[in-house]
């Protein structure tokens, strides 16, 4: 069974500094997909940002990026010019590619809590 | 406007109750699932639906049952032998091929 592990239960940043979020996660699997999602105060779930593990090239979603490094399987968030409304639960998860029983299913880590000082 | 409603928001129930939670999405999604967020955990997956009536257990269908009679609903009920219902409950739809969840906002289930 995969894993993931967010090894950082709280996290802060000031206004305008950046700021990277950890995640590794464990599988045996060599085709898979990563996400990052957001969970404001609100508690409404949105996808930040989506990586495929057979594309070397790291994603970029405006202010954020990852540093995909599938031999280390680590996973990691970096939130450039962080702004107060980037305060949120920030969760990594994992999805097999594979096509069988399951492989739609997320499995999360357990959040990183990140504050935004103004 | 595409989307996921869930409903309602807070739910309050007595301890011993059946209570159905609603998920409908308009996003002519394939799939649908329900997952369950406690306090400092991560979401952990109830069940998930891949095609009207079929669905499958996730990690931790005990004491949980769903039905999928329309593409757009996955009604979620918390059953009696559910031991700790009391959680934040999130239901999510995707596109087969796509692999992106969106989420509902979530219902609140506090059990007393």
């Known amino acids: 069974a995969q894993t993931v592990t967010q090894s950082q239960p709280e996290m802060s940043v000031q206004e305008a500094e950046t700021v990277t979020l950890s995640c590794t996660y464990d599988?045996?699997?060599?085709?898979?997909?990563l996400f990052w999602y957001k969970q404001p105060p609100s508690r409404q779930m949105i996808l930040v940002i989506r990586?495929?593990?057979?594309?070397?090239q790291n994603a970029t979603e405006n202010r954020f990026s990852v540093n995909f490094q599938k031999a280390a399987k680590s996973f990691s968030l970096k939130i450039s010019d962080s702004q107060l409304g980037d305060a949120a639960m920030y969760f990594c998860?994992?999805?097999?590619?594979?096509?069988?029983?399951?492989?739609?299913?997320?499995?999360f880590g357990k959040g990183t809590k990140l504050s935004v000082i103004p | 406007d595409g989307g996921i409603t869930q409903s309602p928001k807070y739910l309050f129930r007595k301890e011993g109750q059946n209570v159905t939670l609603s998920c409908e999405q308009n996003?002519?999604?394939?799939?649908m699932y329900w997952y369950r967020q406690d306090p400092g955990q991560g979401l952990r997956l109830i069940y998930y639906?891949?095609?009207?009536?079929?669905?499958q257990k996730g990690d931790i269908a005990e004491g949980y049952s769903v039905s999928r009679e329309k593409k757009e609903s996955f009604p979620l009920t918390v059953t009696s032998a559910q031991k700790n219902p009391t959680a934040f409950y999130l239901c999510?739809?995707?596109?087969?091929?796509?692999?992106?969840?969106?989420f509902g906002p979530g219902t609140r289930l506090t059990v007393l």
């Open positions: 990586q495929e593990a057979y594309k070397q």
């Open positions: 998860a994992y999805r097999s590619a594979d096509s069988g029983a399951g492989s739609y299913q997320l499995t």
């Open positions: 599988t045996s699997e060599s085709d898979y997909y």
């Open positions: 999510a739809s995707s596109m087969g091929s796509y692999n992106e969840q969106f």
């Open positions: 639906s891949q095609i009207v009536n079929d669905f």
């Open positions: 996003l002519n999604h394939d799939a």
